[in-house]
């Protein structure tokens, strides 16, 4: 028998042309579409995830000394609560952007405290004026004739710090303060007609007037 030689064909491993001009131009772009860890920025400079994450950290840290607090237009920094709130925040381990925002949460809370008081204050001052002008005794139409009796009392027997204080306080436009005012006016009037008059009475003094005859001296 003759010899039998069995030849094997190895497996043709040539990528054709073709193929090949495809392969490698897929290479590069497979290679572009996976994500990388590197992010370029517009300015040339890359920065990695580990940096990202180092800046992170960086913001989110408790800084040994707060930077000064941003507040709004018209709202005044307490010192003192700023003080105390200080070593609250380190404990708590706020950076400075959290701290920040319980700052801007406690100067939104005053700034609206504030603007409601300055409302009921209108508010009550305007309900003090409109009661006086209705007042039986002095408002009407003679209200501001009595008014200006009131405020010959107040120039005559008011200090300085008496007329600042009703100022700010708006006490003066308080009817029974009106009331008060207008009656010393009245008698200051008819102390001085009296006196015109030539009356042994005499002048009497701002006692007298303001808590009448019967005060001890």
């Known amino acids: 028998m003759a010899d039998e030689t069995t ?24 290679a572009a579409a996976k994500p990388a860890d590197d ?24 800084p040994e000394a707060y930077a000064e607090w941003k507040l709004p237009q018209g709202v005044v920094l307490d010192q003192a609560i700023a003080e105390k709130a200080t070593p609250i925040f380190k404990e708590l381990g706020l950076s400075q952007d959290k701290a920040q925002k319980l700052v ?5 809370a005053r700034r609206q405290a504030a603007e409601q008081q ?11 004026v409109n009661e006086a002008k ?15 009796v009131a405020r010959k ?5 008011g200090s300085p710090e008496l007329k600042a204080a009703l100022a700010a306080t708006g006490a003066g436009n308080h009817p029974e303060f009106i009331r008060f005012a207008m009656k ?18 005499g002048k009497r003094d701002a006692a007298e007037i ?6 001890t001296k």
Request: hydrophobic share 40%; no cysteine; glycine share 8%.
């Open 7 to 30: 030849t094997s064909t190895a497996p043709n491993t040539e990528i054709p042309a073709g193929q090949a001009a495809d392969a490698a131009t897929t290479a590069p772009a497979a």
């Open 39 to 62: 992010q370029s920025q517009a300015d040339g400079t890359v920065l990695t995830a580990k940096d990202g994450d180092k800046a992170d950290k960086a913001s989110d840290a408790v």
């Open 104 to 108: 801007d949460l406690f100067a939104d």
């Open 118 to 128: 300055t409302a009921v204050w209108t508010e009550t001052q305007q309900k003090w």
């Open 134 to 148: 209705a007042d039986k005794e002095f408002g009407g139409e003679k209200f501001d004739e009595n008014v200006a």
């Open 153 to 157: 009392a107040i120039d005559r027997f």
């Open 184 to 201: 010393v006016g009245r008698a200051i009037s008819e102390d001085s007609t009296m006196v015109s008059g030539g009356s042994a009475a």
């Open 210 to 215: 303001l808590f009448g005859s019967t005060m």
